[in-house]
């Protein structure tokens, strides 16, 4: 490929999560109601506000008239949000919360999410982690390849399973997607794919002619799935499988996707990728009828309920993003974006984000929470070196 298109094509590798080899990939409450990033934990209710008993006004004695007049009330006002829609997070000043809901890494344990700590056995990196009924799911790096251990409740290796490079788990836990791509020593992409789906059994799909193979959901029993046409192709489509079928269909009211909705209603389309943009449709999975266009953000998630699309920096390119934003899945009105440095950003439930933020490489990290109503973050872990993720 030509040298002018390198950081595009550096773009379309970040957008890839399966490029696990840099790490990348790995409730419900009221938040406070200032949109600070330093405001009071989320976890924490408002002092209430003192205010002085007035002293009574004697009224003049007023003498009736004959007919009554009534004065007309105005019309309730209908309340707006208030606060700013964009604030800087100062991590080390964010208050301390409670643990993250979801799945998640902090050294060599799984913590958080159904289940207890377990932790990984070996000294491999950990790349990405999951939780599938009692078990842990850890891809790890073996040499230049990685590979899935499946862990039991006593950090017991029950299995391995090769070249895994990215896994998507169902809401409840009870089944896991996983999907296994290679590369060659120089780290280029080789074709093929082996897409696993476990629940009960394990069922797999050998997929011979695509590149770069991502999980994206495990939704309404179907796995979906993107993966690029060509080595090194600028396009890639959305891919549809039900366990047990003999192939996977394609998609092609969705192009180049870049995320799928938990409830199975939404899907994000890359329509427009340069050197240094990119602008993202939010489609229906169904049909793929547009309901909006962004070119601020590039969209990479949702919450689990399809109501708020999770935003990232519309140019993706380098160690982490600078911003992390909230929008309307309906309509892209902006609910509220975070600037500072975030290398995960991940719904927790319908209305808070975690994301895995830092100062810089080597610099302690911490998976902080903000809410998607109010702005407001909180420390859902401490400030830490070490590895940290958030899990699938």
């Not at 208030?82 to 998640?104: H, I």
């Not at 929008?327 to 991940?346: I, M, P, Y």
Request: with cysteine; charged share 20%; net charge neutral.
């Amino acid at each position: 490929m030509p040298n002018k298109n390198g950081r595009l094509v550096a773009l379309v590798a970040s957008i890839a999560v399966a490029a696990v080899a840099i790490g990348a990939a790995l409730a419900y409450r009221q938040g406070p109601q200032a949109a600070q990033a330093d405001a009071a934990p989320l976890s924490g209710s408002p002092s209430p506000i003192s205010t002085p008993t007035p002293t009574p006004t004697p009224k003049p004695s007023v003498t009736p008239s004959a007919t009554a007049v009534t004065t007309p009330k105005p019309p309730a006002k209908t309340p707006t949000k208030s606060g700013p829609l964009k604030s800087k997070v100062n991590l080390p000043k964010l208050p301390e919360g409670r643990a993250p809901q979801v799945t998640y890494l902090a050294g060599r344990t799984v913590r958080g999410g159904p289940g207890q700590d377990v932790k990984v056995p070996g000294s491999a990196d950990i790349l990405e982690v999951a939780r599938l009924h009692q078990s842990v799911l850890a891809v790890v790096q073996k040499g230049t390849d990685t590979e899935m251990l499946t862990v039991d409740s006593s950090g017991k290796v029950l299995r391995t399973t090769p070249d895994v490079t990215g896994i998507v788990t169902t809401e409840d836990g009870l089944a896991a997607a996983y999907v296994a791509t290679r590369r060659s020593e120089q780290s280029a992409a080789l074709p093929g794919a082996v897409v696993y789906a476990e629940q009960e059994s394990v069922r797999k799909l050998d997929v011979p002619d695509i590149w770069d193979a991502v999980p994206l959901g495990y939704l309404n029993g179907k796995v979906y799935f993107r993966g690029e046409t060509a080595e090194g192709a600028l396009a890639w489509n959305l891919y549809e499988w039900v366990p047990g079928a003999a192939k996977a269909s394609v998609v092609k009211s969705v192009p180049k996707p870049s995320a799928v909705s938990d409830d199975g209603s939404l899907a994000a389309s890359l329509v427009n990728l340069t050197d240094y943009n990119s602008c993202t449709n939010v489609v229906t999975l169904n049909g793929g009828k547009r309901l909006w266009r962004t070119c601020d953000y590039q969209v990479v998630g949702f919450t689990r309920d399809g109501a708020t699309a999770i935003g990232a920096p519309f140019y993706r390119d380098g160690y982490a993003d600078g911003i992390a934003s909230a929008l309307d899945a309906k309509t892209g009105t902006l609910l509220h974006e975070w600037s500072g440095t975030f290398r995960q950003s991940v719904a927790e439930d319908d209305q808070h984000l975690l994301l895995l933020a830092d100062t810089g490489p080597d610099s302690p990290a911490s998976i902080i929470r903000c809410s998607t109503v109010t702005g407001a973050c909180e420390r859902a872990t401490p400030l830490a070196t070490g590895r940290l993720a958030i899990g699938s």
